[in-house]
């Protein structure tokens, strides 16, 4: 039996390494491609120009206005965007678990809504809705975290909700109002801290997702991140790619960081039901 | 679980004092508390709800503000309707490549060790790929086999190959289909895993122990159990590429060949203002397959959730 396991072993090693190499070369060629793509000089040669201009924050802003003024649009956004599906999603989560347990279909239903609607989809019907944020609110970029809010719902529910069930939010919750504490106090100083790990997931969910997103900005003329390389295609292919490239490591650092903070969600196997 | 004990309970209410009722729930919904939902419903409605009617109404509005099923017979026109087989044909075959090779990329992956690095830089590493990708892999990918991208440039002249000699197919739907693959395999490792977790070790050994071989094994125990969930990601990894837009945008600026495309041309067009109900009714096509596919999605699910515990 032993023999047999250790020849498995071997062999599942084999074909991992098999698969992860072909594979791995499919996914990181056009990562490499990109690279060298940004530092061609004229005749084979090696430049770092495009790299230089892009740390060079004062000198980009100068050259590519657009850019800049994308970048710090997709930043306002992340920030607005997080604090809104937190503020209303958490707090909503606690409650319809704590005290109206009959809405909780509802409510699972509606946030999981916006995945069988496409961004495409939405943005036609959003059009409308968006003239009369433009007229009370302006026309700023920063109006498409409501937008936003509504796309990374599902994303967002799930981990809450999956936070949420991993601990006895309602012992908790009538262990701290037979204390004295008030609601606020309950969802803010005992149920939050208890699903910081589920939150911080929903929150780095919500940062890819408002980094990467481009359909809706687009369609609305609004400005960011994604909306401002593609513009910057059109007359610089080199720095539209160079920036591209910086997009994606820099969402890759960002999800390697939530892997090793999520480290939390205990991977034990599975339980035995049934 | 209570315990019967002989003392009186230090937290007994007094007598003559009416005990809380210890689940106010089930006396029908509070009003007070449904003040708590307020505002998540007052968000929902505007920027959810109403976006929805809105698109579904104006699938059903003529030019003149009355009811009518000239959008909808026009999407039945022939240029819009192989747009749809278009978007059909790319999601089905992006979805099955996907599927497939995600499915092993997966399984390469659960033989790893569960917290080992290669599967925690793999899994962000498609994290990134299937969620942010977008206008960026298509910049990634006019770098890689663009006019002048780094690969088409080793073909032609290591090579002597001329990877666009039948025309740009990168900027058409062959080049749609490899990026799309792109993001698609990704999306697979994502939603697949969890199912290949839940297959257990010891499902092998018993079916060893009673002499099975590993072929056995696969078809008649492992086979079984993963088809609803891999059917299941295949259909999520098809609503996927159907509603995918931002990468489909970015590469083809002339002409629209799938239907997220016909939406951006009916919505930014001031021809006529018949295409903007067109656009809608275009929509209502696109929520109609994908609903139905997320239909499908869950029934498996919850198929797959019966074992997956």
């Known amino acids: 039996m032993a023999g047999v396991i250790k020849r498995r072993a071997r062999r599942q090693r084999a074909f991992r390494w098999t698969i992860v190499t072909l594979l791995g070369t499919f996914f990181l060629l056009p990562l490499l491609a990109m690279l ?3 530092t061609r000089g004229p005749n084979g040669t090696i430049t770092l120009d495009t790299w230089k201009l892009l740390v060079d924050w004062g ?17 306002g956004l992340v920030l607005l965007t997080v604090a809104l599906t937190l503020l209303l ?12 347990p009959r809405l909780r279909r509802l409510v699972e239903f509606l946030c999981l809504l916006p995945l069988t609607i496409p961004a495409i989809v ?18 700023s970029a920063l109006t498409l975290t409501f937008a936003y809010t509504i796309l990374v719902l599902p994303y967002a529910y799930r981990s809450i909700d ?5 601990i006895d939010v309602r012992t908790l919750a ?3 109002r037979s204390l004295g504490a008030s609601w606020a106090t309950v969802i803010w100083r005992v149920v939050l801290p208890n699903i910081r790990s589920a939150v911080l997931s929903a929150a780095f969910l919500t940062v890819a997702l408002v980094l990467g997103e481009f359909t809706i900005a687009s369609l609305l003329n609004r ?6 390389i593609n513009l910057l295609g059109k007359s610089s292919a080199t720095m539209s790619v160079a920036v591209s490239l910086t997009a994606l490591v820099l969402a890759f650092v960002l999800l390697m960081l939530l892997s090793l903070v999520g480290g939390g969600r205990r991977r034990t196997s599975p339980k035995e039901t049934r | 679980m209570t315990v019967v004990t002989p003392h009186p309970d230090p937290v007994a209410p007094a007598p003559g004092v009416r005990p809380a009722p210890a689940d106010r729930r089930r006396s029908g919904l509070p009003g007070r508390d449904l003040l708590g939902v307020v505002p998540f419903f007052a968000f929902v409605v505007v920027f959810l709800a109403i976006p929805t009617l809105v698109v579904v109404i104006g699938a059903f509005t003529g030019d003149d503000g009355g009811f009518t099923l000239d959008n909808l017979s026009a999407v039945g026109t022939s240029y819009i309707l192989e747009a749809f087989g278009r978007s059909i044909l790319l999601s089905a075959v992006t979805a099955a490549i996907g599927a497939v090779l995600g499915a092993l990329l997966a399984y390469a992956l659960v033989t790893a060790k569960p917290d080992g690095v290669l599967r925690r830089v793999v899994t962000s590493a498609a994290g990134v790929l299937a969620q942010f990708g977008g206008v960026t892999l298509a910049f990634a990918f006019m770098a890689t086999i663009g006019l002048s991208g780094f690969a088409t440039l080793f073909l032609r002249d290591h090579l002597g190959i001329d990877i666009f000699s039948h025309g740009v197919w990168l900027f058409e739907l062959p080049g749609l289909l490899l990026v799309y693959t792109y993001f698609q395999v990704p999306l697979m490792v994502i939603v697949f895993l969890p199912a290949l977790d839940g297959i257990r070790p010891q499902w092998r050994e018993a079916a060893e122990s009673l002499g099975g071989s590993t072929w056995q094994y696969w078809r008649l125990v492992a086979m079984p159990l993963l088809a609803p969930p891999f059917l299941g990601a295949t259909l999520l990894l098809f609503a996927n590429a159907f509603s995918a837009y931002a990468t489909a945008a970015a590469l083809v600026s002339q002409g629209s060949p799938i239907i997220p495309l016909q939406i951006r041309g009916a919505l930014t067009s001031e021809v006529i203002l018949g295409q903007q109900n067109l656009g809608k009714a275009m929509a209502l096509g696109m929520i109609v397959v994908v609903a139905l596919v997320m239909w499908l ?3 498996l699910q919850r198929r797959s959730s019966r074992w997956l515990g």
């Open chain 1, 36 to 38: 060298e793509f940004t």
């Open chain 1, 59 to 75: 000198q980009l802003g100068e050259t590519y206005p657009d850019l800049l003024t994308g970048v710090t649009n997709s930043f």
């Open chain 1, 122 to 139: 939405l943005v036609v019907g959003l059009a409308p809705v968006y003239a009369w944020v433009t007229y009370f609110l302006g026309g």
């Open chain 1, 223 to 228: 400005s960011n991140l994604q909306v401002a």
């Open chain 1, 89 to 100: 999603l958490v707090p909503t989560v606690v409650w319809v678990r704590l005290r109206l």
């Open chain 1, 162 to 166: 999956a936070g949420l069930s991993a």
């Open chain 2, 297 to 299: 999605y869950a029934v």
């Open chain 1, 174 to 176: 009538e262990a701290s």
